[in-house]
């Protein structure tokens, strides 16, 4: 079955810390698109990034980054100079192809790793 | 701001009352999405709309129901409340529900079954 696995639960930084969140990703598509998310603790779900799976160029925006690994099947997150802002819940998913359905497309997120920057 | 509204932020009821969740998309996206998070389950996706119609159910519940209205806004009806209904209810949107778009999604509607 696809699913996508965050095996971190929880992790705890000082600020400045660099801090990388792990997603491991399972799936038998050849063409798939990857997500990351971020869910403050005013609750709500904030697009950060889409990498298909064709494009395995390590992304930078800020001081955030994103390194893709087709071969460990793999789309670690990593947050440089953290800032107690960057406290949140963060989510991988991988968009999949809903059985029984043509051209129909669900997300399947991971369990999220919450990320606590104490200043 | 994603352009996706969910009214209301914050819902409490009773067991085995019914309550009605609105969505409202991000202008121009014709595929809606709910998802329900609660503490046990994660993320979990519950149906999605296109266009007014039905294109994709995934966890829903019998007791629950959607619908995508002509101007696009979608409501989620739960109905006989049960106390594990409690949980964040997101709504999301994207243009088309292809497996190129990305869903960008609502601020969530929190249901407290009492």
């Known amino acids: 079955a696809q699913k996508v696995t965050q095996a971190q639960t929880e992790i705890s930084v000082v600020e400045k810390e660099d801090v990388t969140l792990d997603c491991v990703y399972e799936t038998r598509d050849t063409t798939y698109y990857l997500f990351w998310y971020k869910q403050p603790p005013s609750g709500e779900l904030v697009f950060l990034i889409r990498?298909?799976?064709?494009?395995?160029q390590n992304e930078i925006s800020g001081r955030y980054s994103w390194n893709f690994q087709k071969s460990t099947s793999s789309f670690n997150f990593t947050i440089t100079a953290s800032q107690v802002v960057d406290s949140a819940v963060y989510f991988c998913?991988?968009?999949?192809?809903?059985?029984?359905?043509?051209?129909?497309?669900?997300?399947?997120f991971g369990t999220g790793t919450r990320l606590k920057v104490l200043a | 701001d994603s352009g996706v509204t969910q009214t209301p932020k914050h819902l409490i009821t009773a067991t085995g009352q019914r309550v009605t969740l609105r969505c409202s998309p991000r202008s121009g996206d014709l595929s809606v999405y709910w998802y329900q998070q609660s503490l046990d389950q994660g993320l979990q996706f519950l149906i999605q709309y296109y266009n007014g119609e039905e294109r994709a159910k995934g966890n829903i519940l019998e007791r629950f129901s959607a619908q995508q209205f002509p101007d696009l806004h979608s409501e989620l009806n739960l109905s006989s409340l049960e106390l594990g209904d409690s949980a964040l209810y997101f709504c999301?949107?994207?243009?088309?529900?292809?497996?190129?778009?990305?869903?960008?999604f609502g601020p969530g509607t929190r249901l407290t079954v009492l």
């Open positions: 999301a949107s994207s243009p088309g529900g292809g497996r190129t778009d990305t869903q960008y």
């Open positions: 990498r298909n799976s064709f494009d395995e």
């Open positions: 998913a991988l968009s999949e192809a809903y059985q029984g359905t043509s051209g129909t497309y669900k997300y399947i």
